[in-house]
């Protein structure tokens, strides 16, 4: 992904949207040739979709996102606001704040079930 579209303060333009959303397909195909991992590919691959059935690549919702991809997308974004590397924001964001905004998207971008043990973890890293 080039570090251009990572880092750029104002909206993609329709080819650079088409650029980043190709990350998922790079990324699955990258695992499942190099690791011989269909699974791992598909989680890869399902990342980007939203609980909701608003994400990409298909539009997948609910149960149709396999487990491990929601795990990961939930971990993604709090890697993203910890870090600063969003689609709103360049600034890293207290641990306290990411994990507000993770848990106001439980249900809608994120299973509520693999929010509430994310939390969890959190917390007991924290003690």
């Known amino acids: 992904m080039p570090t251009s579209l990572l880092t750029k ?3 993609l333009d329709e080819h ?4 980043m959303r190709q990350h998922v397909q790079v990324s ?3 695992m499942r040739s190099m690791f011989d991992s269909q699974n791992a590919g598909t ?3 399902q990342h980007q979709e ?3 059935g608003s994400g990409y690549p298909k539009g997948l919702s609910g149960n149709q996102i396999c487990t491990g991809a929601k795990i990961i997308a939930i971990v993604h974004t709090f890697e993203a606001i910890t870090h600063g590397h969003t689609s709103t ?3 890293k964001r207290p641990l306290m704040r990411a ?4 848990s106001n998207k439980a249900g809608v971008d994120f299973d509520k079930q693999w929010v509430e043990i994310f939390m ?3 917390r007991e890293q924290q003690q």
């Open 9 to 11: 303060q104002s909206s």
């Open 16 to 19: 650079q949207t088409k650029l």
């Open 28 to 30: 699955a195909h990258l």
């Open 43 to 45: 989680m890869l691959m």
């Open 50 to 52: 939203l609980f909701s």
């Open 89 to 91: 924001s360049l600034h």
């Open 99 to 102: 994990l507000l905004e993770i």
């Open 120 to 122: 969890k973890v959190v």
